[in-house]
């Protein structure tokens, strides 16, 4: 299975501003995937990034507020942007495993907004 | 659309105890099957899978059968041990429609007392 990076592990942010996660895996993947988990919540997929293309934005997100960057097969980006309290979450970047469509998690990026 | 609905929470035993956790699925078509745990502070980890009708999927003691005439994926443990606490969540991946990415259930969280 791939090994799965996330910078920063935990931050906590004032409302209104951005924080960039940064995910970063160990082999080439065509695409990576973000989910976000609300506290006490189960995981919900925010977007599918593919490298030389457009992220895919599930219902509900949008990419003024999450937008995503994806510069090569091994490194992508997600932005919170412009935060409130309510997005308190874990974000976490994922990508496919070899065979049976499984996925494969990076640890997460615990983030608090006050 | 795709959906999965886990047995609610939280579920407490003793350790050496049987565990079941229930879980269903709705899919428009063939899916793929996963349990994946969470333990405390940190990330998912894929725990098993199973990818075609009577698949049994196994993995540090714990097991479940694709049930697909029941849309069934329950999960099973003979003995449980404290190091088991953790939260676990059903999940499926769509291969017919290409789409990769899981649907998770809202998770289970297992507290096991010594």
């Known amino acids: 299975s791939a090994v799965i990076s996330q910078k920063p592990s935990r931050d906590i942010c004032q409302r209104g501003t951005s924080l960039t996660i940064q995910c970063q895996v160990d082999?080439?993947?065509?695409?990576m995937f973000w989910y976000r988990q609300q506290p006490g919540q189960s995981l919900t997929l925010i977007a599918t990034?593919?490298?030389?293309?457009?992220?895919?934005?599930e219902s509900g997100f949008v990419i003024d507020k999450f937008p995503i960057s994806r510069p090569n097969l091994t490194f992508s980006t997600l932005t919170v942007s412009n935060m409130s309290p309510e997005d308190s979450s874990i974000y976490l970047c994922?990508?496919?495993?070899?065979?049976?469509?499984?996925?494969?998690f990076g640890p997460g990026t615990r983030l608090t907004v006050t | 659309g795709d959906s999965v609905t886990q047995m609610e929470g939280p579920v407490t035993l003793s350790e050496e105890a049987f565990l079941t956790i229930n879980c269903t699925y709705t899919a428009t078509g063939y899916p793929s099957l996963f349990w994946y745990v969470q333990y405390p502070g940190e990330g998912l980890q894929l725990l098993l899978k199973?990818?075609?009708?009577?698949d049994k999927g196994s993995n540090k003691g714990f097991e479940a059968t694709y049930r697909k005439e029941t849309t069934s994926f329950h999960l099973e443990k003979g003995s449980v041990q404290v190091s088991d606490s953790a939260v676990y969540f059903c999940a499926l991946s769509e291969k017919d429609t290409g789409r990769r990415a899981l649907t998770f259930g809202s998770g289970t969280r297992l507290q096991v007392q010594p």
């Open positions: 199973a990818t075609k009708a009577d």
């Open positions: 994922s990508v496919p495993g070899t065979s049976s469509y499984e996925q494969y």
């Open positions: 082999s080439q993947v065509t695409m």
């Open positions: 990034a593919n490298q030389g293309s457009e992220a895919t934005y």
